[in-house]
């Protein structure tokens, strides 16, 4: 679905100029303008509003191939009119960190007094021209034979007719009008529900890596057949915990508790037996604040998480702050999600789509699944053995 916001018609027409222009100048001038409201969205097709939205790159190459030599004019336009901002700078690549586009955004006042609202391009031209770029997307994307895999497989998912969405999910199924209707491949690859992004970790993004899981549980084959969904268990704590092990066997109670499956619950516990603020927190805020602390450049001063993982595992901590000191604070994110890619992503003999740490395949082939997981996360870490790994895998029907 092409997105842009309800009020930029209104601002364009009513702005210096645009009546002088002719009516093909004018479509024109619309279309651009939308194509960059949508690519705003693009980067935030998750979030459920616009309060929400997060500054998003935008490569210079793909704005000049949409909108043309003249992408800067149409940029400077939008910002003037107070419907876009950005931090104005190119970041280049360093030690620790790759390269980033400016960075752009929907404005306050937009924020506060627009909406999103579906759209199609006004001219042939522009639609020709979408659909060219999307189709050489494509054909990049699938020369990777994992790519094409895990697309395909997303093609074949669809929800059930008699499923009632809750009212957090209403937000998702704009990503997931392509379930309502049968696609073949091609048209799916050119659809306007198409994504997929692979990030430098090599996790993949896509349609239902989006999805909340209480509706991925409903998703079905579009052959009727039943998916579950194979599940690590506190992933990245665990991952950490590991390659910290590898070179310091100090931590015996780190092991337990990452091992048992309820390192989330643990921190949780000292929240109670100490009467710190954790003990009414819910597990998913224990849960992000956790990877808050171990994954952000700084958090806040008194950090309840922050003392509990200290005082319960101080060598690990200060094995994760040395990391980020010497490597960059990002590398320590970076180094548990390649683990977890490097098990979850692979190149699948049948149908199966990886979502981050986890993996949605048929029922019928979930014990195989769940063997090869249990297979290659062994060939990571020997030391554990094969029994206890696949106790830490679940599989959520």
Not at 37 to 59: A, D, M, V, W
Not at 73 to 92: A, F, M, R, V
Not at 96 to 106: C, D, G, L, M
Request: with cysteine; aromatic share 10%; charged share 25%.
């Amino acid at each position: 679905m092409m997105v842009t916001i309800s009020l930029l018609n209104k601002i364009l027409i009513s702005s210096q100029g645009f009546w002088d222009l002719k009516e093909n100048s004018r479509n024109l001038l619309l279309d651009k303008c939308d194509l960059v409201c949508h690519f705003i969205h693009s980067g935030n097709r998750q979030k459920s509003s616009l309060e929400e939205y997060e500054p998003t790159p935008l490569n210079s190459n793909i704005l000049k191939r949409h909108l043309g030599a003249s992408y800067k004019k149409i940029i400077t336009l939008l910002k003037e009119l107070n419907i876009i901002t950005t931090d104005g700078h190119y970041k280049p690549r360093h030690t620790f960190a790759k390269a980033i586009s400016k960075q752009y955004n929907f404005t306050k006042f937009i924020i506060k007094n627009s909406k999103l609202i579906s759209w199609k391009p006004r001219l042939k031209r522009t639609e020709k021209k979408i659909k060219k770029y999307r189709l050489e997307f494509a054909h990049k994307l699938i020369q990777n034979p994992i790519n094409k895999s895990i697309i395909k497989s997303c093609n074949e998912v669809i929800l059930p007719k008699q499923y009632k969405p809750k009212s957090q999910e209403f937000h998702y199924l704009r990503n997931l009008e392509n379930l309502k209707k049968d696609h073949s491949f091609l048209q799916y690859l050119v659809s306007d529900h198409f994504h997929f992004s692979t990030s430098i970790t090599n996790r993949k993004f896509h349609s239902i890596a989006n999805v909340h899981k209480s509706l991925r549980r409903n998703l079905i084959h579009k052959d009727g057949e039943n998916l579950v969904e194979i599940d690590l268990t506190n992933s990245q704590p665990l991952i950490l915990g590991l390659e910290f092990n590898k070179t310091n066997h100090t931590s015996k109670y780190l092991m337990e508790d990452l091992l048992s499956g309820q390192f989330y619950s643990e921190i949780q516990d000292f929240g109670i037996i100490n009467n710190t603020p954790i003990k009414d927190m819910t597990y998913k805020k224990i849960k992000t604040g956790i990877l808050t602390v171990f994954y952000d450049k700084i958090y806040p001063k008194n950090c309840p998480i922050e003392s509990a993982l200290s005082t319960l595992y101080p060598e690990f901590m200060n094995w994760i702050e040395n990391r980020k000191k010497t490597k960059g604070y990002k590398e320590i994110c970076h180094l548990a999600q390649k683990i977890e890619a490097s098990i979850f992503i692979f190149e699948y003999k049948s149908f199966a789509i990886p979502v981050h740490d986890s993996l949605l395949v048929r029922e019928s082939e979930k014990l195989i699944y769940l063997n090869i997981l249990v297979d290659r996360f062994h060939a990571k870490f020997p030391e554990i053995d094969k029994n206890k790994i696949k106790e830490l895998f679940k599989i959520d029907h």
